[in-house]
């Protein structure tokens, strides 16, 4: 008979332009295993957002209510709009066995890490600042003075990249799916996850 191990909890961080949100969205389709923690937050819905789906979209009263109740293990306000992530609804996956995945800057991931220690915490980095720089231009909806101001921005979050467990360096989006897949799968394989999934089948095989 096999135990349950309870899931992983992973944070992706990275620098806008990175390609973050491609690998993560290439990881969760490679792997059933693993989901993407839904976000509360206090913005509009955009045109085609789901409640539930993209996020939960909540009042603001309701979430400072769930601030000042300890409900978020991370929140933060961006652009006046609040945005958290659910302690309670975490700790529920997990306890089922299943790993959940945090996409958030080095601030959130910081928080996260004093309220659960053993996150495994996953940086993606540019090949360099120059194709970092490419990439936001590239998406050709922001003046020279925004992309400074982003480039500034993306110094300070990879000056954080020595918070993190694994690092990966996306030059070649394929291989980098592949080695975000591998932290996941490694993962699972350590010696305390597997114990309490296999508890009797490793004991029958020690004799």
């Given amino acids: 008979m096999t135990a349950m191990a309870k899931g992983n909890l992973y944070v992706v961080t990275a620098p806008s332009g990175a390609g973050k949100t491609t690998l ?9 295993h693993i989901q993407l923690s839904v976000s509360y937050t206090t913005r509009a819905p955009r045109e085609g957002e789901v409640n ?3 996020y939960h979209f909540v009042e603001r009263a309701e979430f400072e209510r769930m601030i000042n109740a300890g409900d978020f293990l991370e929140h933060a306000e961006v652009y006046g709009n609040y945005y958290g ?25 910081q928080q996260v890490r004093r309220l659960h220690p053993a996150v495994i915490g996953i940086f993606v980095l540019p090949p360099s600042l120059d194709v970092l720089e490419g990439r936001l231009r590239g998406r050709g909806k922001d003046s020279d003075e925004v992309i400074a101001r982003r480039m500034a921005v993306a110094r300070e979050e990879i000056s954080h990249v020595d918070e993190a467990d694994y690092v990966i360096i996306n030059e070649h989006v394929d291989e980098a799916v592949r080695d975000i897949v591998a932290v996941v799968r490694a993962e699972r394989l350590r010696l305390a996850a597997q114990s309490a999934r296999h508890t009797a089948l490793i004991a029958a095989l020690k004799g």
């Fill in 24 to 32: 993560v969205k290439a990881l969760l389709a490679a792997d059933p």
């Fill in 52 to 54: 539930g789906r993209d």
């Fill in 85 to 109: 992530t659910s302690q309670s609804w975490i700790n529920g996956v997990m306890a089922e066995g299943r790993d959940i995945l945090l996409e958030i800057d080095w601030q959130g991931a």
